[in-house]
Each structure stands twice: as structure tokens, then as C-alpha cells.
Nanobody
Framework: QVQLVESGGGLVQPGGSLRLSCAAS????????MGWYRQAPGKQRELVAG???????NYADSVKGRFTISRDNVKNPVYLQMNSLKPADTAVYYC????????WGQGTQVTVSS
């Protein structure tokens, strides 16, 4: 069964940056459209960024201009560069295929706080 592993989260001050990485147990990332989701406490999981196999991207309005999703189809991972972070970005971040054909990973916690 495919496993997705997210990493790169942490505690950062408002205005700071983080780069999240998503790796899979096999080449699922390079063979599928991929997305980064997040879930804040008490809120539903939401899609924040998606990338097609060809590299076309889309973003939630709340992160446009601040987040960048990218992929390395040779080395497998998918990245999420997050700049100008805000407290509202605090959440557990997950990656998966779009549509979702793999189980959710454990996610990586991003906390934006001074």
C-alpha cells in the first residue's frame, strides 16, 4: 500500500517561511496530480494547492502569492514553499493525490505564532 510522508513543518513567527516536502513509498507523486491540504483545529480539511503532472498549479485564494507548490518528477517528492506565513496558516498539512487514491499520511504540523 502506498504511504505518503510529509515533513518540514515546525514553529515559525508571522512573516516567516517553511518548505514542506511530500515523499511516497513509490513513484505515486510523479504519476499523479498532487495536492497539499491542511486542517486547522475545529475546521474541515481544505485544499490549498494542486499541481498537475505537467506542472500546472492552482491555489486557494487564501494562499495565492505566498505559497508555491512544485514537484520533482525524477526524485519523486512534491514541495510546498510557504512564505509570509500568518497565524491563520496554522494547521496540519497533508499531501495526497487528486483525486485521492492513497491513504492520508500523518501530516506535518505548521504553527505560526510569535
Amino acid at each position: 500500500q502506498v504511504q505518503l510522508v510529509e515533513s518540514g513543518g515546525g514553529l515559525v513567527q508571522p512573516g516567516g517561511s517553511l518548505r514542506l516536502s511530500c515523499a511516497a513509498s513509490r513513484s505515486i507523486c510523479s504519476d499523479n496530480r498532487m495536492g497539499w491540504y491542511r486542517q486547522a483545529p475545529g475546521k474541515q480539511r481544505e485544499l490549498v494547492a494542486g499541481i498537475t503532472i505537467a506542472g500546472s498549479t492552482n491555489y486557494a485564494d487564501s494562499v495565492k502569492g505566498r505559497f508555491t507548490i512544485s514537484r520533482d518528477n525524477v526524485k519523486n517528492p512534491v514541495y510546498l514553499q510557504m512564505n509570509s506565513l500568518k497565524p491563520a496558516d496554522t494547521a496540519v498539512y497533508y499531501c495526497t493525490t487528486i483525486p485521492r487514491t492513497a491513504p492520508w499520511g500523518q501530516g506535518t504540523q505548521v504553527t505560526v505564532s510569535s
